[in-house]
């Protein structure tokens, strides 16, 4: 039995290589995803700042289940939520392209059965 809590219902998971301590830590992070700032119509001068979506870090798990999230170095927070926004957006990327793949083999089958109506 893990000794880890399981906040995977409210957060976003990754696991994470820690370099630095030598384990790889089971992290936990809160996703703001960006905001566009309003803009003046019709002209469209910003009114608002625009602010890019974020990863921030919630939990970070030793495999004893310690969180030392509250206790890591400011720099390592960073990079850890840095690599994380990396590593979804990639995910997020790779769902994407095997979806639009998977409508074009979608639409190519329909195109083959159904060639009068293309």
Not at 23 to 30: E, S, V
Not at 31 to 42: A, L, V
Not at 49 to 57: G, I
Request: glycine letters at 4%; one cysteine or more.
């Amino acid at each position: 039995m893990s000794k880890i809590p399981d906040h995977s219902e409210e957060y976003y998971e990754l696991d994470w290589e820690c370099e630095e301590l030598g384990i790889t830590l089971h992290c936990y992070f809160d996703y703001e995803p960006e905001s566009r700032g309003t803009r003046e119509f019709p002209s469209g001068l910003q009114l608002e700042p625009d602010y890019p979506a974020t990863f921030s870090l919630v939990h970070a798990y030793t495999p004893d289940g310690l969180d030392i999230s509250p206790v890591m170095r400011f720099e390592l927070l960073t990079e850890i939520e840095k690599w994380a926004a990396e590593e979804f957006q990639r995910e997020w990327d790779e769902e994407v392209t095997a979806a639009a793949y998977d409508r074009w083999l979608a639409e190519q089958e329909m195109k083959s059965r159904y060639p009068e109506d293309f």
